[in-house]
């Protein structure tokens, strides 16, 4: 465990707070006035990598030598020339700051961030953090790295999960979800959509699996999973060569067959490591999934109801209304997936810098 304190005066600025990885849709903005919820689980924390907010810089302006050694292999618009490294948190856990009015940015309906550092140690009023809640985008708090530094405290010190508790007690994200909108004269709005979150983890996952195809089509499971992956992936690559299989791998799931080479594989949500697979099928390119939406595609909840004679028990789904399902296709997120593939240096190959140049067709993102 944790707690940050103040660099410039030592004042504590959190409660304690355990690391665990950086959820894959941090960066995603969503929709057009959704109201998302917030990123991280309250008492936890992940290191971002990459910076957030101005100052920026244009591509032009960056050598390509210094875009590598930052991770980025591909030109993208612009590039935040702020501190990397900054801690994220649930605004709730934070303590002992208040806001810079004039660093609100250029938000719609809260704060983006944009300006940089909008929270203040109240002690001594060094610009320690930014509060991000504005509509679209996942609400938190990005302690800076060169305003605070984190200090371990007493208490537990629990040993992460293993793959197996996790396959066994790990909680499964719903792949359809109620949007919220900002309210109008109406009041408040909903809508019936994909996941948020499935959509990042899809555009993610999608430039990994475009990597590992080597420019051939690929195949992956039906089911969910073909709703999710199989139309992008037949719309952004070729169809008259062999195709290259992925399939579904990871803790309690049977040993990939000989031959496969892609696996779809969860990702550990306490340190962020990738599960691989020992045998032969350690040479197939793993393809990373939130531990959530994996465990949802491995073994996906029923929507359909449940028949029953007679009267209809009290835990018997019924078809009166029946579930609700988004009324479009699946789409994924074309930011998180154009933010991950810029930085695998397999995008470096010509026909990769193609589909990032051209860009991608609207109707799959």
């Known amino acids: 465990m944790f707690v940050f304190m103040c660099a410039g005066c030592g004042a504590e600025l959190t409660t304690s707070l355990s690391q665990v990885a950086l959820p894959v849709h941090a960066r995603q903005s969503y929709g ?20 957030w907010g101005g100052p920026w810089r244009m591509w032009d302006e960056i050598d390509p030598g210094e875009a590598e050694a930052r991770g980025i292999y591909a030109p993208v618009h612009a590039l935040s020339d702020n501190t990397p490294g900054a801690s994220v948190i649930a605004p709730g856990d934070i303590r002992g700051t208040r806001l810079i009015p004039e660093k ?41 790295s060169d305003a605070v530094h984190r200090v371990p405290v007493d208490g537990s010190h629990a040993a992460p999960l293993s793959w197996a508790e996790l396959a066994e007690k790990g909680e499964k994200t719903p792949p359809f979800e109620p949007i919220a909108t ?21 555009g993610h996952a999608l430039a990994h699996l475009l990597v590992a195809s080597h420019g051939q089509p690929v195949k992956v499971p039906d089911g969910l999973t073909a709703d999710v992956f199989q139309r992008a992936l037949d719309a952004l690559l070729p169809s008259d060569t062999p195709r290259r299989r992925a399939v579904l791998a990871g803790p309690g799931r049977p040993s990939p067959d000989t031959g496969v080479d892609i696996l779809l594989v969860p ?16 040479s ?14 491995v073994s996906p909840q029923p929507h359909l109801p449940v028949p029953a004679s007679g009267g209809i028990p009290q835990d018997v789904l019924r078809d009166d ?19 991950t593939l810029v930085r695998l240096p397999a995008v470096r190959s010509p026909w990769l810098r193609t589909i990032l140049e051209q860009g991608t067709p609207a109707d799959l993102f």
């Open 182 to 202: 900002w309210g109008g004269l109406l009041g408040a709005n909903h809508y019936w959509s994909w996941s948020p979150q499935w959509e990042a983890a899809a």
């Open 267 to 282: 990702v550990h949500p306490q340190t962020g490591q990738t599960w691989t697979p020992a045998g032969p099928a350690a």
């Open 32 to 51: 057009n006035g959704a109201q998302l919820p917030v990123l991280m689980e309250s008492g936890t924390f992940a290191v971002d990598p990459d910076p």
């Open 104 to 144: 609100r940015g250029g938000a719609c309906c809260g704060l983006d961030g944009a300006d940089g550092p909008n929270m203040a140690c109240e002690a001594c009023d060094l610009p320690v953090a930014t509060r991000i809640d504005d509509c679209s985008l996942w609400q938190m708090v990005r302690l800076s």
């Open 321 to 339: 209304p029946l579930p609700p399902h988004p009324n479009y296709s699946f789409r994924a997120d074309r930011g998180t997936f154009q933010h």
């Open 284 to 297: 197939a390119y793993p393809v990373p999934l939130p531990l959530g939406v994996w465990l949802w595609l």
